[in-house]
């Protein structure tokens, strides 16, 4: 019965697509935290925790322009949602050998991108740090989501919208330091899909 309920962050995903406003940003993360408050699965309040914070770190990224710091703001925003997915996929945690094989084939290659490409298109020490802590934090939420101790599809719903998020910020990336903006298109797709599989996963 729950599940019928995704039809609202849906709906609202649709239109912020349609439209481009921006009310319709923070009203489906709202709308996946008030859904998620009814799952069963123990800590649920963390992942409604990082929905709260995502609400924060999406405002400071949406308007750049109102303080000379608002990056930095949304990526701390977005950095402690990912401390509450994070405490959350913990709670469920059972240790595997997954997380560390996961865990290196990310640190390889994101290592090797942040070092050679996108540390040194960062201005000032303060960004590079935030940047490069934020980095470590997404590839340790999907990392340990492969040892998640739920049910199967719990999980792996799970595993796909926290990969969703890791995809989106990636291209973010490449798109707001580094000027490469052809997979522009699938920033927000990604990024409203990460939020709306994190709640399926928690009431499916």
Sequence with gaps: MMKVLLIVPLS??????????????????LSCCLISLFSRLESQWLVCAGYLFSVIGDFFLAHKSIHKNSYLFGIAGFFFAHACFLSYTLVHFQLSIMTAIVSALLLIPYGAYAFRCLLPALSGIA??????????ISIAVFSCS???????????????????????????????????????????PTYYLCHILVCASVII
């Design 12 to 29: 609202l995903f649709a239109l912020k697509l349609k439209t481009g406003k921006y009310i319709y940003s923070p009203l489906v993360t």
């Design 146 to 188: 492969f040892s998640m101790n739920v049910p199967a599809l719990n999980k792996y719903v799970y595993l796909s919208g926290i990969g969703m998020i890791l995809f989106s910020d990636t291209v973010i990336s490449f798109s707001d330091f580094l000027g490469y903006r052809k997979w522009d298109k699938w920033i927000l």
């Design 127 to 136: 960004m590079r740090i935030a940047v490069t802590v934020y980095m470590l």
